[in-house]
């Protein structure tokens, strides 16, 4: 079946520091994949996608790379701020784009 | 423009009630998704309407509960006979296009407590 591994938190890191977040997933066929992000006291929303291989999805000075050889799709930002505090879901939609599937969400804490 | 809305934002049932959760999706949106979201968990998918069509129902997680977009837009969920395991945050999301590969556009969610 389908479904996304991600890293788990807390992940608290100093402003300007680099973040990665880990995802990878397992599915059949061709998936989209998807970072959705929630603020605190807000919705979800979408930060960045890739609908095929070997493509970057990039939003924000966030960027994932869809990699099928290794089935990942990791977040990294070179610089965070406090800004960037907020839980990151990794997620796909599968190749009939009929079904979602998102991680657990890994919550990070900027602090200054 | 409006987004998604959700009602009621938060909903008391003692078990054994039934509950109706209603979406309103952005106007023109084509996809709409239901998710149930536990404490601490990534939501997961429920059930998917492409206009009226439920196209897949198959995260529904029992026969309680049930779907229904009739004119494609507004959404109603339904759970028959609420079980305390039902309580949970159920989210709405929509889309412009036919596909969950589209941006999907997330309203504030029902938070459900069964007593």
């Known amino acids: 079946g389908n479904s996304v591994t991600q890293m788990e938190g807390p992940v608290t890191l100093s402003e300007e520091a680099f973040l990665t977040i880990n995802c990878t997933y397992t599915a059949t066929g061709y998936p989209s994949l998807f970072w959705y992000v929630q603020y605190p006291g807000e919705g979800l929303q979408l930060l960045l996608k890739?609908?095929?291989?070997?493509d970057k999805g990039s939003n924000k000075g966030f960027e994932a790379t869809y990699r099928k050889e290794t089935t990942s799709f990791h977040l990294e930002k070179g610089s965070v701020q406090v800004s960037d505090s907020a839980v990151y879901f990794c997620?796909?939609?599968?190749?009939?784009?009929?079904?979602?599937?998102f991680g657990t969400g890994t919550s990070l804490t900027v602090i200054p | 423009g409006a987004g998604v809305s959700q009602s009621p934002r938060y909903k008391v049932a003692k078990r054994g009630q039934d509950v109706a959760l209603r979406c309103d999706p952005i106007s023109g949106h084509v996809s709409l998704f239901w998710y149930q979201q536990a404490l601490g968990q990534g939501p997961e998918f429920l059930t998917y309407f492409q206009n009226e069509a439920q196209l897949d129902k198959s995260g529904l997680p029992s026969d309680r509960f049930f779907a229904e977009r009739p004119e494609g837009s507004v959404s109603t969920l339904k759970i028959q006979r609420t079980q305390q395991e039902d309580s949970a945050v159920y989210l709405c999301?929509?889309?412009?296009?036919?596909?969950?590969?589209?941006?999907?556009?997330f309203g504030p969610g029902t938070r459900l407590t069964v007593l």
């Open positions: 890739a609908t095929k291989a070997d």
């Open positions: 997620a796909l939609s599968d190749s009939t784009g009929n079904q979602f599937y």
């Open positions: 999301a929509s889309s412009l296009g036919g596909t969950g590969r589209d941006t999907q556009y």
